[in-house]
């Protein structure tokens, strides 16, 4: 939680430090397996806000480690969404978009809703960052609705600024039934 706090709100050295503590309290207590303990994508985030690719990529290279072990999805789409935001720092767009593209096939394998909403709030802030204004607001609407219908406001609100930006006011959430409706259409059958 001190590490995700610390990349909301600016705090690139607190996030990259809480991210370091958790792995190692995380290995003295047998907790190796990031679907346990899934701060991963948090820590990926961290350690990039605070110009620690190196530490990005050994949390990568964990997540490769359980993913080819583990029959559970999360360390995949952690590890795709790790990339994305490494390709995004050293100015591989191209790549970064693969690696979002990625993560929300393995979304369409199991059912995180709140990790797929965290998904597509990177995805739909990169494309509003890379001037894809239009398919931004898709996406970070998406993301609002998924928060809604899993009463996870607080997962949407840091990035309710994102979405206005993008070019839409952030409208009243549908109702949980509504938004679980929508999000259930969009899925391929």
Known sequence: VGGHRGCV??????????????????????????CWMPGARYAIAAH?????????????????????????????IAAATGRASLSEAEGDYDAAEAHF????????????????AETLLGYGAFLRRRGHPSLARSLLAQAAA???????????????????????RPQRPPSPAA???????????
């Open 101 to 116: 593209s990625s993560a929300l096939a393995f979304h369409d394998q199991v059912r995180l809703p709140l990790e797929e």
């Open 48 to 76: 990039l806000s605070a110009c620690r690719t190196q530490d990005a990529r050994r949390v990568i290279a964990w997540l490769d480690l359980s993913a080819a072990r583990l029959h559970c999805r999360y360390p995949r």
């Open 179 to 189: 938004a679980t409706r929508l999000h259930n259409q969009e899925r391929p059958g």
């Open 146 to 168: 998924i928060a809604a219908a899993n009463q996870a406001g607080w997962l949407f609100e840091p990035h309710r600024p994102e979405l206005a930006v993008a070019g839409r």
């Open 9 to 34: 709100n600016g705090r690139a050295e607190d996030a990259g430090w809480f991210s370091v503590q958790l792995e190692v309290l995380g290995s003295r207590m047998g907790f190796g397996e990031p």
